[in-house]
């Protein structure tokens, strides 16, 4: 028998003679979900697992007021968990590697490579290649050295957000705003250039 | 294979990967590049202005994951969620994740 969001409420209050049970029932749904959810991602084991439960569950409890009601009590849980699982996870995955370094090695290296799709017509390739070196000349000229650097890392190098923010000083919902605000200076000064919206689509959208 | 072209991509890839253990998996198949200017092209091309940040996505994403799980038409209820979530690779993990999460227990 499932708790309603109203049972959960008042069963996770600590003077309600539920709490245990509630919190007993609330670990095998985090356990359960994190489990299936997390299973591709390395470094999970079961040790792990039960450390991030354990922190989930000291950070949900305090909160529970904050909770909306918009949605089921488990979902709620199971976002806040999984939010915390992956954050520590990409953690132990990214702490290691350095962002100067792979923007020196591999980021910075794109704007001075170059690609083409060879089984593509040389028609189509020409357009590629005058696209390309738009878009690096725009990426140089248009963006700060940080949306340069956070645009690389995260676009190029597949560095996740937070990560990249940690190592930047920031945290990662302005490290989203910085991006969007790069998104927005090239976009305009893409429809600026004298190309057609069907160069861009031809080349790059459809496949 | 001694396609100069796949010579010289490969060159490049193993430049811009150097460092051990990235996530990224395209790039093992050597066709990474024009994937991910495409989809960095993409992601500006299709900016908006009223975009929502990762707190505010957070903030709606047990909502709109439910919506999901229901088959309900998302970008239609929530488009600023959605549209965040094609727009922010953590988010887009987090996303795919919960719902991986709720399947298994529901
Ligand atoms: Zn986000």
């Known amino acids: 028998m499932e708790r309603t969001n109203e049972e959960w409420l008042s069963d996770l209050k600590e003077s309600s003679p539920r709490f245990d049970a509630a919190i007993v029932e609330l670990r095998l749904v985090l356990q359960k979900g994190l489990s299936a959810g997390l299973k591709k991602w390395q470094g999970l084991n079961k040790e792990t697992l039960e450390d991030i439960i354990q922190d989930v569950l000291v950070k949900i409890v305090p909160k529970i007021d904050t909770f909306q009601g918009n949605c089921r009590f488990t979902t709620w849980a199971l976002k806040i968990g999984v939010n915390t699982a992956i954050t520590e996870l990409r953690h132990r995955r990214w702490r290691d590697v350095s962002l100067d370094e792979i923007i020196e090695s591999g980021g910075m290296n794109f704007l001075s490579g170059n690609m083409s799709n060879p089984s593509y017509s040389p028609e189509k390739q020409t357009i590629q290649h005058l696209l390309m070196d738009t878009l690096k000349r725009l990426i140089t000229t248009e963006l700060t050295e940080r949306q340069r650097k956070a645009l690389m890392a995260v676009r190029i190098q597949g560095m996740p957000l937070e990560e990249v923010a940690r190592q930047m000083g920031t945290n990662r919902n302005s490290l989203y705003k910085l991006l969007h605000d790069a998104r927005l200076r090239l976009k305009k000064a893409i429809l600026k250039e004298d190309l057609t919206p069907e160069d861009l689509i031809d080349s790059f959208i459809s496949s | ?106």
């Open chain 2, 1 to 106: 294979m001694t396609d100069p072209f796949q010579k010289k991509t490969s060159r490049f890839l193993k430049k811009l990967f150097t460092f051990a253990g990235t996530r990224n998996k395209k790039m093992q198949k050597g066709s990474m590049d024009m994937d991910t200017i495409k989809q960095m092209v993409r992601g500006i091309m299709t900016t908006r202005a009223d975009e929502i940040d990762c707190a505010e996505c957070f903030e709606q994403l047990d909502q709109f994951v439910e919506l999901v799980l229901a088959g309900k038409n998302i970008s239609d209820a929530m488009p600023l969620v959605q549209h965040h979530l094609e727009h922010c690779p953590d988010c887009k993990e987090e996303f795919e994740v919960l719902l991986k999460a709720l399947r298994s227990i529901t």
